[in-house]
């Protein structure tokens, strides 16, 4: 006798997860958001059965995507300034704009963000801004899987005035989704050079208190490393790992300007790093020593950062960069090897997230799915699934997005977003900020 299911989904090419072998004319049994069953569509047919199967036909199924890093509202600020280095850039571009930001608007940049991160495969995000309670709002209404905090520096701004306030923003948001399977909060101090000791330890505490993780900017530039011997005599990594941040539960966002013994540090702590290359390479603010860290066994996650620095928010050109860059730094073509960049933008960076879950497709897991239209030109023909992940796709080659068994992208059309009228907000918030 057959199962009754939720949906079923079938393909003419699966793969489960980075490394794993692919599977041809293969099938997704899903119930109730989760994966309940997957191999030859062969079997899953015969002891599957529901009313809702979409067959894809020529399509390469694959695990969602996962942005470990991002500012979602800042694609706003697409275009608005390139070409700069990053304290002129934050200065006279970016945070003057920020100064306007209200939360109506932090609300329509999320969903901005969540309407191409979702079309281009990205099941899940790691979001560090202002306004985050609006941010989560959308992002629970929309559907997409998210982990977020309120950025938390001393500076007034518009999202609060006091940094007592924005630890009671952090603080309400880590409570208010305590409870939901989708979106979840986190602690998000932006930078060293933005807080204080102080603020870093109440940081720290509040993590623990709520067994949520840490994310920072750190060691993004030589320029932060100099700043931060200057005021506290230590570099970025020292001083953190003795204000006690330096646990498996944090993230530490860039990680560019590090020495060998402070990868082998973070390895023995089990800090987990985002690896941002676009963002790092448009700022110029340097490369991260990838390879020495996966070599480590530190967890590396990919993450797009901010449209206003990338200017996009695509992991398939997040992980083809990845991949070419480190080969021609390094001076090798067998580092950030495909399987290890697949891994980075998927498994890994869920670990990142503290989610163990989703980023593979596998029975029990979330249902987080994606499919690439394996009739387009670039990935003619189908030879390694893999490969063409990583060195042939990009965002437009997605036609098919599903988060925890709910199809919310396919063939061109949000089921959860009214896109027409998401354009005409952004429009409107153009001309007035
Ligand atoms: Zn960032």
Not at 255 to 280: F, M, Q, W, Y
Not at 396 to 411: A, C, E, H, P, Q
Not at 423 to 431: N, P
Request: one cysteine or more; proline letters at 5%.
């Amino acid at each position: 006798m057959s199962t009754l299911c939720t949906t079923l989904v079938t393909a003419s090419c699966l793969l489960p997860s980075a490394g794993a072998s692919p599977m041809y004319e293969a099938s997704i049994a899903i119930a109730d958001g989760t994966i309940l069953d997957i191999g030859p569509s062969s079997r899953i047919m015969q002891e599957y059965h529901t009313e809702n199967h979409i067959d894809l036909g020529q399509a390469l199924l694959l695990p969602g995507l996962v942005n470990t890093h991002t500012h979602a509202a800042m694609t706003l600020f697409r275009g608005l300034a390139d070409d700069l280095p990053l304290m002129q850039w934050l200065s006279e571009h970016i945070w003057p704009k920020e100064a306007k930001l209200t939360a109506h608007a932090a609300e329509v940049g999320a969903m901005l963000a969540f309407a191409e991160m979702i079309a281009g495969g990205i099941t899940q995000f790691c979001d560090m801004y202002l306004f985050e309670e609006r941010v989560a709002r959308a992002a629970d209404t929309v559907g997409i899987r998210a982990v977020l905090g309120e950025g938390l520096f001393l500076a007034p701004n518009p999202s609060y005035t006091a940094i007592e306030e924005g630890l009671a923003k952090a603080e309400a948001l880590l409570s208010q989704y305590a409870n939901n399977d989708r979106v979840t909060g986190a602690v998000m101090p932006h930078a060293i050079y933005t807080t204080s000791p102080e603020l870093l330890e109440s940081c720290r505490d509040m993590a623990a208190q709520y067994h949520t993780n840490i994310y920072i900017h750190a060691a993004e530039t030589a320029q932060e490393t100099a700043m931060c011997l200057e005021t506290h005599g230590k570099r970025p990594i020292a001083y953190l790992n003795d204000l006690g941040l330096l646990t498996p539960h944090t993230v530490l966002v860039h990680c560019v300007d590090v020495t060998s013994e402070e990868i082998e540090l973070l390895a023995e702590r089990g800090v987990c790093v985002s690896h941002n290359p676009k963002s790092n390479l448009k700022l110029a603010s340097g490369v991260a020593p990838i390879p020495a860290m996966l070599e480590s066994g530190i967890p590396v996650g990919l993450g797009t950062d901010g449209a206003a620095s990338n200017n996009k928010l695509d992991l398939f050109s997040e992980m083809n960069v990845c991949a070419l860059l480190h080969k021609g730094v390094g001076a090798d073509p067998t580092v950030t090897r495909a399987t290890q960049v697949l891994d980075m933008a998927t498994r890994a960076g869920a670990a990142c997230l503290g989610q163990s879950t989703s980023g593979c497709l596998e029975k029990g897991n979330a249902a987080d799915i994606i499919a690439l239209d394996l009739s387009q030109p670039n990935l003619v023909p189908m030879t390694n699934p893999t490969s063409h992940a990583v060195y042939a796709a990009d965002a437009g080659n997605v036609r098919f997005t599903m988060i925890n068994g709910k199809v919310l992208y396919f063939d061109g059309s949000f089921t959860t977003m009214d896109y027409p009228l998401l354009l005409r907000e952004v429009e409107e918030l153009q001309a007035s900020m």
